[in-house]
């Protein structure tokens, strides 16, 4: 050991050094956060457009195409992807329920967690797509407003007429895809979200 060397000093030495190096990064960070805001990354690993916090489904009072009363919980259990319609299905429409036939079609087995939901405006309205896309979509699930309770339009801020809202297996609003979402990147989000999740 050189002399001139003290064991004390160069323990202290040590520490201090250690200390440096675990705690400037999280000064770093403070720093950055509090005073420089625009240094904060933008990236984000979602492609949807996040509802924060998600909001839970109010009271709902839907029908099905019998005209039998349903309540929220036919939107929990599983992953909703729920398509507004309107008085028809015209082709933007049918391109929407094209691309998320597909998107939960490549989700293999895990699909089954994952439902399709066509939203229309009334009992008229829902009697004539399910006439017109049954056959094409029998895993669609058709439900209508009733036009009593709560107005899920209205609650999910529809502005897009072809957007798509995913609802979680607990009700809670989660995300929106504008008309314009690429399959890709709510493929990629789906199946992130059923990695993660254990319910539904």
Not at 45 to 69: H, I, K, S
Not at 110 to 125: C, F, M, N, S, T
Not at 144 to 153: F, I, P
Not at 174 to 179: S, T
Request: charged share 20%; with cysteine.
């Amino acid at each position: 050991m050189n002399p001139t060397e003290h064991p004390v000093g160069r323990g202290r030495g040590q520490f201090l050094l250690l200390a440096t190096l675990f705690f400037a990064p999280l000064l770093l960070a403070i720093v950055f956060y509090f005073f420089a805001p625009g240094w904060q990354p933008t990236h984000k690993t979602n492609y949807g457009q996040l509802v924060t916090p998600a909001r839970p489904l109010p009271e709902l009072q839907l029908l099905d195409a019998a005209g039998q009363p349903k309540d929220r919980e036919a939107l929990r259990g599983k992953w909703s992807f729920v398509y507004l319609a309107g008085a028809g299905c015209e082709t933007a429409c049918l391109q929407k329920l094209y691309q998320i036939r597909q998107i939960r079609t490549l989700l293999n087995e895990k699909r089954q967690r994952v439902q399709r939901v066509y939203l229309a405006p009334d009992l008229a309205g829902l009697k004539a797509g399910e006439e017109a896309l049954k056959k094409e979509h029998p895993d669609l699930v058709f439900l209508a407003a009733s036009g009593r309770g709560e107005d899920l339009g209205r609650f999910l801020e529809a502005r897009d007429p072809q957007a798509l809202y995913l609802i979680d297996p607990l009700g809670n609003w989660l995300m929106v895809y504008p008309g314009d979402a690429q399959s890709p990147g709510i493929l990629k989000d789906i199946k992130k979200l059923l990695r993660l999740s254990q319910i539904g």
